[in-house]
């Protein structure tokens, strides 16, 4: 029974190591300039360097129109890029073009 139960757990993490996402919080920057097209929404925040998820480059920072809460997440990129404020993201997976850069999920902007 001892076996059984060393196999079960055993088995529980290495599936969950395999569906797990990486996902993590930046430092802050303030966003260079702003690239929409029909398919998504790219920020440059060249001071960023966070890189949960490993992309080749991590200076553009990406939203699709179909991910949750687009439209708020972008009308907060907007603001904080008029206002010159800096923002952080909460990023998790990928997205923008040809799906190479970090996704947003989260905006914080500060004073």
């Known amino acids: 029974m001892k076996i059984f139960k060393s196999g079960f757990y ?3 993490f290495l599936f969950m190591s ?3 996402h990486a996902s993590g919080g930046t430092g802050s ?3 260079e300039n702003i690239y929409v097209n029909n398919g998504w929404t790219m920020v440059h925040v060249p001071n960023i360097e966070s890189n949960p998820d490993n992309f080749p480059s991590v200076s553009y920072f990406a939203l699709r129109p179909s991910d949750a809460n687009y439209s708020t997440l972008h009308s907060t990129l907007l603001a904080a ?3 010159e404020k800096p923002v952080r993201f909460w990023l ?3 997205s923008g073009q040809n799906n190479n850069h970090p996704r947003i999920v989260s905006v914080w902007i500060y004073k």
């Open 10 to 12: 055993i088995l529980t």
């Open 92 to 94: 998790n997976g990928c």
């Open 29 to 31: 920057g303030l966003i």
């Open 18 to 20: 395999v569906v797990a």
């Open 81 to 83: 890029f008029m206002a």
